[in-house]
């Protein structure tokens, strides 16, 4: 099936430290994987993605590397902010052929980082 | 810039009415996508359509009704809103092809009381 599943949260860190938000998948088919935020009060924002094994998606700091072999997408970052407090949710396109873009989520981790 | 615009951000609503949440998308795509979000359990999909008045169930259709006239609109409906429908609600877009992104609104928060 098509499932994903993260670290439980909520995760909170000082400013600087460094972030790790694990997240696994299903390996049902050749997924794309993406990493959402979404801020408080707002829509999830695309945050990085990578369509293929050993790709590596980043953006603002953050960074995940496709792990076919242990069907991982883990989220790091190496000194977060206190903007960086958001909820953070790990997603993969459905297996099918007719998918349609359909995404399966995790559950969302919410990171609050203390200055 | 991409925009996916939901019509209401909050709205409250008694046991039993029906509620239409309207989204509106200017990227031309052809998927769009109704996700509802409740702590602890991500975003579930609700309804999706691929094309214009065509219209598939997701994960957790009981309860609602979709509708797609035009290419840009797509319109969720609970034909009588119940508590346990209280949600935040998401609209999203993508064109189609494998590895799109989905684009989001910013969410309707709807409480039924």
């Known amino acids: 099936g098509n499932s994903v599943t993260q670290m439980e949260g909520p995760v909170t860190l000082s400013e600087e430290a460094f972030l790790t938000i694990n997240c696994t998948y299903t390996?049902?088919?050749?997924?794309?994987l993406f990493w959402y935020v979404q801020y408080p009060g707002e829509g999830l924002q695309l945050l990085l993605k990578?369509?293929?094994?050993?790709d590596k998606g980043s953006n603002k700091g953050f960074e995940a590397t496709y792990r076919k072999e242990t069907t991982s997408f883990h989220l790091e970052k190496g000194s977060v902010q206190v903007s960086d407090s958001a909820v953070y949710f790990c997603?993969?396109?459905?297996?099918?052929?007719?998918?349609?873009?359909?995404?399966?989520f995790g559950q969302g981790t919410i990171l609050t980082v203390h200055p | 810039d991409v925009k996916v615009t939901q019509s209401s951000r909050y709205l409250v609503k008694r046991t039993g009415e029906k509620v239409f949440l309207e989204c509106v998308q200017d990227?031309?795509?052809?998927?769009m996508f109704w996700y509802r979000q409740d702590p602890g359990l991500g975003l579930r999909l609700i309804y999706f359509?691929?094309?214009?008045?065509?219209?598939e169930k997701g994960d957790i259709p009981e309860g609602y009704s979709v509708s797609r006239e035009k290419k840009e609109r797509f319109s969720l409906i609970l034909e009588s809103a119940s508590t346990n429908q209280t949600s935040m609600y998401l609209c999203?877009?993508?064109?189609?092809?494998?590895?799109?992104?989905?684009?989001f609104g910013e969410g309707s928060w709807l409480t039924v009381v």
């Open positions: 999203a877009s993508s064109a189609t092809g494998g590895g799109n992104t989905i684009y």
């Open positions: 390996a049902t088919g050749y997924p794309s």
């Open positions: 990578a369509t293929k094994a050993d």
């Open positions: 997603a993969r396109t459905n297996a099918g052929g007719t998918s349609y873009g359909k995404l399966t």
């Open positions: 990227m031309d795509h052809e998927n």
């Open positions: 359509s691929y094309d214009v008045k065509m219209k």
